[in-house]
């Protein structure tokens, strides 16, 4: 994952290496929508600066994709914060909150996780050892993943 500031400080694009995505991240002051007119992938994202950690907040998101490479499902109403902070130049700690109250009862906040930077040496040639991305949604009825997972997390039950 790879933070590309541009030069007037007004957007931010978020590489993920793995997958070979981005998304921007607006940095111009502007408001979430309140009624985005298409979900996205990645949702709509704005972020600001308290003090040295970077805070993104995004709504906007397609309910089809996944909240983790488990299967977690969300709402169109997720709201997501990400804080990230460099404690010194090999470390990026980031945390975040899930507030989805249409589909869980209650926001979730993540542990603080470390991410440390690779050096050159261990990376390998057929992609990343370190922090991976990938994009998470049920393409088919797999492993019957709608009774498995959705239908409980919305709180439906077998009869």
Known sequence: MEFVFDKSGNQVI?????THQ??????????LPEDPDVPRWYGYSV??????TFVVDSFGFDDRTWVDHFGYPHSDKMRLQERYRRVDHDTLELSMTIDDPKTYTKPWVSETKKFKLLKKEEISYDGWYGMLEEICAPV?????????????AGGVTEK
């Open 140 to 152: 088919d009825e797999v492993d019957n993943f709608l009774n498995r997972i959705v239908k409980p």
């Open 22 to 31: 981005w998304r921007t991240i607006f940095l111009d002051g502007r408001k």
């Open 47 to 52: 972020a600001k600066w308290e003090g040295n």
């Open 14 to 18: 978020q590489t993920f290496q793995w």
